[in-house]
């Protein structure tokens, strides 16, 4: 079975320091992944998403980067965070084709001070 | 541009109370909508993917319909365990766009 593992849980940053969130999944290949954004008693915003290594779509310019060295790795980067990038940060992979579906990771909460 | 908009943001019912929760639409070239739940500090939880007006889908105490600009998810006879924020999405390319969600809390 397909299991999707990020990491850290929780994360509290200085503003203008770097971040780096990682995001691996097992048991699938070559799979559509993506980084959301959730905001205090918001939805969902999409940051970025990737269809292959090396691949990233940007939804929103942002102090934000995405990349993806490995088929089923995915990373999101800061150079330096800002107090606006506070929220629950989210991986997801995509199961395509017939009844294509959206699996979540258990997030981890970015709080920039 | 694509939009999903979620009605109520808050629901609150008695235990036993049935509600729906709506979910509307603008959004071309729709391939599925999708329902999840999500609780407090988690990720989100799959629940039912629909992909045509009349579709209809159930899981224990929930039902999610689906018509040409919106859907519903009709809670039957909830439970404390049911509370939960519910969230939309709609799928274009390969791509979810998400509602802001609604909060349900069921008391005993």
């Known amino acids: 079975s397909q299991t999707i593992h990020q990491w850290p849980a929780t994360l509290v940053q200085p503003v203008g320091s770097p971040l780096s969130l990682e995001c691996t999944v097992e048991?699938?290949?070559?799979?559509?992944l993506y980084w959301y954004r959730q905001a205090a008693g918001r939805g969902l915003q999409l940051l970025f998403y990737?269809?292959?290594?090396?691949?990233i779509s940007s939804e929103v310019p942002q102090n934000l980067s995405a990349s993806r060295p490995q088929d089923r790795q995915f990373i999101l980067s800061s150079k330096k965070l800002l107090l606006s990038d506070s929220g629950f940060y989210l991986c997801?992979?995509?199961?395509?084709?017939?009844?294509?579906?959206?699996?979540f990771g258990s997030g981890t909460q970015l709080s920039v001070l | 541009e694509d939009q999903v908009t979620q009605s109520p943001e808050a629901l609150r019912l008695q235990e036993g109370e049935s509600s729906s929760l709506n979910c509307s639409y603008t959004?071309?070239?729709?391939?599925?909508l999708f329902w999840y739940r999500q609780d407090p500090g988690k990720g989100p939880e799959f629940l039912f993917t629909?992909?045509?007006a009349g579709e209809e889908k159930e899981k224990e105490r929930l039902k999610a319909t689906l018509t040409k600009k919106e859907s519903f998810l009709h809670i039957t006879a909830p439970k404390p365990e049911d509370s939960a924020t519910y969230l939309c999405?709609?799928?274009?390319?390969?791509?979810?766009?998400f509602g802001a969600g609604t909060t349900v809390t069921v008391r005993a």
């Open positions: 959004v071309s070239g729709l391939r599925g």
């Open positions: 999405a709609v799928q274009y390319d390969y791509k979810l766009s």
């Open positions: 990737s269809v292959g290594i090396g691949q």
């Open positions: 629909l992909y045509s």
């Open positions: 048991g699938t290949s070559n799979p559509n």
């Open positions: 997801a992979w995509m199961r395509t084709g017939i009844n294509e579906k959206l699996f």
